[in-house]
Each structure stands twice: as C-alpha cells, then as structure tokens.
C-alpha cells in the first residue's frame, strides 16, 4: 500500500511541476567530504552536483524547520497573533525564549524558528496552525510527499532527536530549493538581522547561521544540532545564475565543509542558458522559450538540447514543449513549457 501511494504521489508531482529534478551525478568525486551524508544541488534545474550518502536515513535535527517554516507559511497568515503556551514556553533545547501567554505574530514566530532555532516557536506554530503537535506534523508528513520528499519522516516540528523522525540530504536539498521559491522565505532567510522597531516585532533578532558572513553569496538556509544527529547545516548561496543548495548532516566541521562543497561546484561546473546550447534538431523554433533557463553543465562537456513540440493540457494548461537537456548522453533536466 505505502509502496501505491508513493508512486500515485509521484504522478501528481509530474503533473503539477514544471521542472523535473534528475538524479544523474559524478560517482567517482574527487571531493572528499567530513560529514555522513553531503549533497549540492542546483536549485533551479534541481540537478545534482556532488552527493555522498545523499539517500542515506539520518535524524536531521534543527534542519527540520524548513519544513515547518514551509507548511506555516502555506496554511497560516504571517499576520495573526498565536498565544505562547505552557508547552512551547518550556519546551527544552534552543528557545527565543517567549513567556506564557506572549502573543506573537507568525512572521515573528518564523524568523524565532529560523533565526534562532527556537523550539518555543516551532512549538507555537504547530499548536496554532493545527491545535496540536500530532495534527501539525500530519500536515508536515502530507506536505513532505506533495513536493517529492519520499525518504522523510517528521514526528515533531522542532527536530529533537525521536525514534521516527528522519530524512536525507537529497529531501532536505529538494525542500530548501522549494521553499527559496516563497519570497518571503527566501528575503528572510538571507538577512543578518531584523530589528524590532522595522518590523514591529516583539524583540531583534540576529540570525546564528555562521555561513551568511563565511561564504560571498550566501543567503541562507538553517542550522542543526542535537546528540544523535551530529552538526547539520543546510546552505544556500547564489552563484552568479542560480542558488546551490548544499547539505551537510553529522558534519563535525559543517561551516568549512560546506565552502568545500561550494568551491568543488564552482571549480568543476558552468553555467550555459538553454537558449544558447546546440539544438539536436537544427530548426528548433527558439521563439518557444519564454524564460531564461541556466542549466549547469560539467567541466570539459558540452550541453545540448532536443525539443519536443506538443499541444497537450496539463491542469488545464496549454503544453507548448517538453526540453529535454542532455550531457554526455545523459538527461540532466527536463522542462515543460506551458503557453
């Protein structure tokens, strides 16, 4: 049954995304990497630009949050006010440190979450988004398979070490590059710093991350510590073109590791618009791309694309084209432009 849903799950997300993330990846790296399980994605084109143990099933501590950010801003208003419980006021770990009954707006409460890692907030949004911890995660686990997160488990919207709460870095890779495509995730979690008196806030806030200040270009994402997980850190930085998500889990030396990751991208791929790639057929209709699509191609290979003209409804949409981008032979992106 687990087995159907997954692949019913998977049809809907290929009906209802744009772009279709591709799995194909450099095996034999020449970059070794202090963490259990690494990964560097594009963001955009979702492709996969190193990976070490990327399906591995670890606790990702801290790192959950993105998805709690995630599903708080899809099902609350930024502006309501939530009620501080007993229960988020005296949750254990990393806190903002709000009192009982505070009342704190939910665009407070998620930078709290992101800033901080405060597990006060991740308490307070779940309780006010569902009424309960066990209802907010439900929506979690939902919303994890409606973006392709096939491999995680979410048992609490803080991340502190559970039986059952798990994922990957591939997952948590995936759910970053979506999340950066809310704006106000995405302004959010590149800032330093929000005052109290800009953003009529209860109190300032500094962001933790160490790797905004470490990395040029860096614009997020979240930290993550606990006992069984080791050091986490999710990272975005942008490159010119597109962001590159990177993700470390059980990384002793998280902040260097990740900038290693970073340079390996930086040193061994470019950045070619689809516009400009040879075509595989020679009359190609270029009036067809309504966008810019930067797509990352290895060092020493040459990218190229073929063109499928159609004229099917996708959502009752009008499918223009299928592109398909090949590297060496090997499908790297696929895109669905709709009219």
Same mark, same amino acid.
């Given at each position: ?18 772009? !279709?993330?591709?799995?194909? @990846? ?25 990976? $070490? ?6 606790? %990702? ?21 939530? !009620?501080?419980?007993?229960? &988020?006021?005296?949750?254990?770990? /990393? ?12 665009? +407070?409460?998620?930078?709290?979450? %992101? ?10 949004? &779940? ?22 997160? %096939? ?36 302004? %959010? @979690?590149?800032? =330093? ?8 806030? #209860?109190?300032?806030? /500094?962001? !933790? ?21 080791? =050091? ?14 990177? @993700? ?9 590791? #990740? ?7 930086? +040193? ?6 689809? $516009? ?22 290895? *060092? ?9 003209? *159609? ?24 895109? !669905?432009?709709?009219?």
């Amino acid at each position: 049954m687990k087995k159907f849903i997954y692949i019913f799950m998977s049809l809907c997300l290929f009906i209802n995304i744009f772009s !279709i993330p591709t799995r194909a @990846v450099e095996k034999n790296n020449k970059l070794n990497v202090n963490a259990k399980c690494a990964i560097a994605i594009d963001s955009k084109t979702r492709r996969v630009l190193y990976e $070490k143990n990327s399906d591995k099933i670890v606790p %990702m501590a801290s790192t959950t949050k993105i998805i709690t950010a995630l599903v708080a801003i899809k099902y609350g208003n930024l502006e309501d006010k939530f !009620i501080i419980s007993s229960n &988020a006021a005296s949750i254990r770990g /990393s806190k903002v440190g709000y009192k009982k009954n505070d009342e704190i707006s939910l665009k +407070e409460l998620i930078v709290g979450l %992101m800033f901080k890692s405060g597990n006060d907030a991740a308490i307070a949004i &779940a309780e006010g988004i569902s009424g309960s911890i066990e209802e907010f995660c439900k929506l979690m686990n939902e919303y994890a398979l409606e973006i392709g997160l %096939m491999d995680s488990n979410f048992e609490s919207p803080h991340g502190l070490d559970s039986g059952r709460h798990y994922s990957t870095s591939y997952d948590l890779a995936i759910a970053t590059a979506k999340a950066k495509e809310n704006d106000f995730f995405n302004e %959010m @979690v590149g800032k =330093k710093a929000y005052t109290s008196r800009d953003n009529n806030f #209860t109190r300032d806030y /500094s962001n !933790i991350n160490k790797i905004l200040w470490q990395i040029k270009g860096a614009n997020g994402v979240k930290t993550g510590y606990t006992g069984g997980a080791g =050091k986490c850190l999710v990272t975005s930085v942008n490159n010119g073109h597109n962001d590159v998500i990177m @993700v470390v889990l059980d990384c002793p030396g998280r902040w260097t590791e #990740t900038e290693k990751i970073f340079n390996y991208v930086k +040193e061994n791929y470019y950045y070619e618009n689809i $516009k400009d790639l040879n075509s595989m057929d020679e009359e190609s209709d270029m009036s067809i791309f309504n966008e810019d699509i930067y797509v990352p191609i290895k *060092n020493g290979s040459k990218g190229i694309f073929k063109l499928d003209k *159609n004229n099917n409804i996708v959502n009752d949409n009008k499918v223009l084209g299928d592109i398909k981008v090949f590297e060496d032979e090997v499908l790297i992106y696929k895109h !669905i432009i709709y009219k």
